[in-house]
């Protein structure tokens, strides 16, 4: 028995068939398939071949350690690159790193043409907590979220800032494309206190309930956004909390489907967000995507879109607009308390369709004039 035991404690080198309080320890793809039957797996740096994906189907209670960065080889695929499921897991990423290789794969297309890149890079199908991981370089989106119980994300980095300039594929655009931190389709998921440098949303929630995000760091992307939504959809108690937006597209955006029906997205908490350099939208709520402030459709209910304390306070460049609201026709109802939210620079956007927010003007910086939503401020 104590000789048993030793194996299994050094790293699962015996191949066990049922789930053992053993440490397995992963050095290369051969390793995976005995480590994840231990409840403690350790993950040591090494490079997943070209073509192949790292697979974590894990047992329920395991903790997981990452002890080196992880890297993938480079091929043209449709990926994901990473996958780790189970219930009640422990992820700890003791600051270490994924590293998709992106420089590879980078185009200035993303996922609208070009080479096909490896999409969502990290699928994360765990409940439990994830924290202190990396994310380098990813070919396309980052994570996708799919949770099967309470799941806290926290103090993750991804950085993708090499993708902010232009490579010799990209046309003049910047390298890097539908970089999407955070593609949510759950419910009970909260992220914070993260650090996230794309050039997409910096969170898109396409369905899903109780989710907060909140203390985060978003640069250089299209900003937090909620959609674009489907039909068939529900978005319900989100909080958007104590973030920093950085040059984005947009701050804050929710955007459904001009041809979805039967969905809702409903009791959207605003508070404390801070943004600067907003090159867009300070907060824009459209109806009519895929295009902007086009002809909305009236499929997606939308209510209870409320700013409350403490203050968010965003500030957009020139020729950006502050806010704009395109509703379908009776698709958004209720009041909306906007009263702690206020909007700098640029000129004011239009409201459309909608008269029910309450408690918000939209100042305009140069000629030092309110107007109030939904009147024309002769901008």
Not at 269 to 282: C, P
Request: net charge negative; aromatic share 8%; charged share 10%.
């Amino acid at each position: 028995m104590f000789v048993l035991a030793s194996s299994l404690i050094l790293g699962c080198s015996l191949a066990i068939g049922a789930t053992a309080a053993c440490v397995g320890t992963v050095n290369s793809l051969d390793d995976v398939a005995n480590a994840v039957k231990c409840t403690t797996v350790n993950l040591n740096s090494f490079t997943v071949p070209p073509g192949q994906a790292l697979t974590l189907n894990l047992v329920t209670g395991t903790t997981v350690n990452m002890y080196g960065d992880i890297f993938f080889g480079n091929l043209s695929w449709a990926g994901p690159l990473f996958t780790v499921s189970g219930k009640s897991v422990t992820f700890n990423g003791n600051g270490h790193a994924f590293d998709g290789g992106g420089p590879f794969y980078w185009d200035g297309l993303g996922g609208n043409g070009g080479v096909l890149k490896p999409a969502p890079m990290m699928k994360i199908k765990i409940s439990g907590t994830y924290s202190n991981v990396k994310v380098i370089n990813s070919p396309s989106r980052v994570y996708s979220v799919s949770n099967p119980a309470p799941l806290v994300m926290s103090d993750l980095v991804i950085d993708n800032s090499q993708g902010d300039v232009p490579n010799a594929q990209s046309n003049g655009l910047a390298a890097g494309h539908n970089t999407d931190g955070f593609d949510c389709s759950t419910t009970d998921l909260t992220i914070q206190n993260s650090v996230i440098h794309n050039q997409d949303d910096c969170l898109a929630i396409n369905k899903g309930s109780n989710i907060v995000f909140t203390g985060n760091s978003c640069t250089n992307g299209h900003g937090i956004s909620i959609g674009s939504i489907d039909s068939d959809v529900i978005v319900s108690g989100i909080i958007i909390s104590n973030n920093l937006i950085i040059n984005n597209d947009q701050a804050l955006r929710i955007k459904t489907k001009a041809a979805s029906t039967n969905s809702s997205v409903t009791n959207v908490t605003y508070s404390g967000n801070t943004a600067t350099g907003i090159r867009q939208f300070g907060v824009i709520i459209d109806q009519s995507y895929p295009d902007t402030l086009k002809i909305p459709g009236n499929g997606v209910q939308v209510s209870g879109i409320n700013f409350v304390a403490p203050m968010s306070t965003l500030s957009v460049v020139g020729g950006a607009e502050k806010v704009a609201v395109n509703c379908g026709v009776g698709s958004c109802s209720g009041t909306w308390d906007w009263s702690y939210l206020k909007v700098y620079g640029g000129s004011a956007g239009p409201i459309n369709n909608f008269t029910g927010i309450a408690g918000f003007r939209q100042y305009d910086s140069f000629s030092s004039l309110y107007s109030q939503i939904g009147i024309s401020s002769g901008h």
